[in-house]
């Protein structure tokens, strides 16, 4: 049997790759090596040096290419690394639309590194595709797409947004670091690239920062690879290897992750304490449908404003919980739980995040695996107490 018509869960664990050449180890080894001897110049067993490609690196990027549905993969020291390099393929006058609400660290790198090279980003609440089609004009070279946003939960419909950046010659990409490939496929549903944060559910144990890039064109992913050659924000072999072994069990961890979310999500929907919780899974979502379209469930990452919206009592909740850690990130395998404006989009001005609905009493939680009931007790002792 082909590795490409293995179904999802198998190519997690076979996706792209094969026993190492060397002794036939079964994961491959951390080739801590910076280069490769030569026995003549140019006469290598395919690697030279460890910025241009690494064994272990490679094993990663093929296996994100396998659990993508995409024809190359491309592997960088963090997810913004791999932002830089998309990026990067524009010229200056280019412009860029975005979604409104995203990471802050997503925003400040288009703001506040590339607008001074002369490009321009719009970013227009995506909900509603006819926003996107509204700011086109003939310098729009890019469309920037995370679906669900962080930390919002928005569902942007990545058929629709495919169909318009088609119809106009636009690149399109998706940030699917919230989704993951086990809930959506973004190069099936048209999308040109898509990117991960690897640091959260692809590594899924808290233990790496790593981006990725999966891409299905040949001459996109030589634009992609020349990119990140010349511009040299790669990852290293340890953090490689840590990725590649956290995608062997990305779909259980997802499905406890799902079901886990789920739980939380309706227990703090039924919370007489709880002003608003956001979740695609409620099917008084803005956008449920498009989300039961195109996600097959819909995960674990939560928002919620406690009632009256007021800061300190969000605040007081936050420093309450004893399970949930207070930390940046998500997507690992222990829930987390972050007060978004002060933390991961406090590089938002305080206006544009407020547009979005992150406001200074916003809570977000990143479901973790363990037992539910223990999450839900934690979640209760620091909203009642
Ligand atoms: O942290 P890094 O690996 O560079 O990835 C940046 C990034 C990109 N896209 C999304 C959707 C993200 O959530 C992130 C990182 N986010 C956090 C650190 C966070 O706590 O939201």
């Given at each position: 049997m082909s590795k490409k018509e293995l179904r999802f869960n198998s190519k997690t664990i076979h996706g792209g790759q094969s026993p190492d050449k060397a002794y036939g180890a079964v994961m491959p080894p951390i080739y801590q090596t910076s280069t490769f001897a030569q026995s003549t110049?140019?006469?290598?067993?395919?690697?030279?040096?460890?910025?241009?490609?690494?064994?272990?690196?490679?094993?990663?990027?093929?296996s994100l290419a396998s659990i993508e549905n995409g024809n190359y993969g491309l592997a960088f020291g963090s997810g913004l690394a791999a932002m830089d390099a998309v990026i990067k393929l524009?010229?200056?006058?280019?412009?860029?639309?975005?979604?409104?609400?995203?990471?802050?660290?997503?925003?400040?790198?288009?703001?506040?590194?590339?607008?001074?090279?002369?490009?321009?980003?719009?970013?227009?609440?995506?909900?509603?595709?006819?926003?996107?089609?509204?700011?086109?004009?003939?310098?729009?070279?890019?469309?920037w797409v995370e679906t669900p946003t962080n930390p919002m939960m928005n569902v942007i419909d990545i058929k629709a947004v495919s169909q318009l950046a088609k119809k106009h010659n636009i690149l399109f990409a998706v940030d699917n670091t919230f989704a993951t490939p086990y809930l959506q496929q973004p190069l099936d549903m048209g999308a040109d690239i898509v990117m991960h944060?690897?640091?959260?559910?692809?590594?899924?144990?808290?233990?790496?920062?790593?981006?990725?890039?999966?891409?299905?064109?040949?001459?996109?992913?030589?634009?992609?690879?020349?990119?990140?050659?010349?511009?040299?924000?790669?990852?290293?072999?340890?953090?490689?290897?840590?990725?590649?072994?956290?995608?062997?069990?990305?779909?259980?961890?997802?499905?406890?992750?799902?079901e886990n979310g789920k739980a939380?999500?309706?227990?703090?929907?039924?919370?007489?304490?709880?002003?608003?919780?956001?979740?695609?899974?409620?099917?008084?979502?803005?956008?449920?449908?498009?989300?039961?379209?195109?996600?097959s469930d819909f995960g674990g990452m939560i928002s919620f404003v406690p009632k009256g919206?007021?800061?300190?009592?969000?605040?007081?909740?936050?420093?309450?919980?004893?399970?949930?850690?207070?930390?940046?990130?998500?997507?690992?395998?222990?829930?987390l739980a972050g007060h978004p404006a002060s933390m991961t989009h406090a590089s938002i001005p305080k206006e544009e995040r407020e547009k979005s609905?992150?406001?200074?009493?916003?809570?977000?939680?990143s479901v973790g695996i363990e037992d539910v009931e223990d999450l839900i007790e934690d979640l209760r002792q620091a909203i009642e107490e």
């Open positions: 110049p140019g006469g290598h067993q395919g690697f030279e040096y460890s910025r241009s490609a690494n064994p272990t690196r490679t094993a990663l990027e093929n524009l010229d200056p006058g280019d412009e860029v639309i975005s979604t409104n609400d995203l990471y802050g660290g997503s925003y400040r790198i288009f703001k506040k590194i590339f607008e001074k090279y002369g490009i321009v980003f719009h970013f227009v609440g995506m909900q509603d595709v006819g926003k996107i089609a509204a700011q086109i004009n003939k310098n729009t070279k890019l469309i944060s690897a640091t959260k559910y692809l590594g899924g144990h808290s233990d790496v920062v790593l981006g990725a890039l999966v891409v299905k064109d040949k001459e996109l992913a030589d634009r992609l690879y020349f990119i990140q050659n010349a511009s040299g924000a790669v990852c290293g072999p340890m953090d490689s290897f840590l990725v590649l072994r956290g995608i062997k069990t990305l779909h259980v961890r997802m499905q406890r992750h799902c939380v999500a309706e227990f703090l929907a039924k919370h007489p304490k709880i002003e608003k919780v956001y979740w695609p899974g409620f099917t008084d979502h803005p956008n449920h449908l498009v989300a039961k379209d195109q996600m919206a007021d800061y300190h009592t969000a605040i007081k909740i936050v420093e309450r919980l004893q399970l949930f850690t207070l930390a940046e990130s998500l997507g690992g395998v222990e829930s609905g992150v406001v200074d009493a916003l809570i977000r939680l």
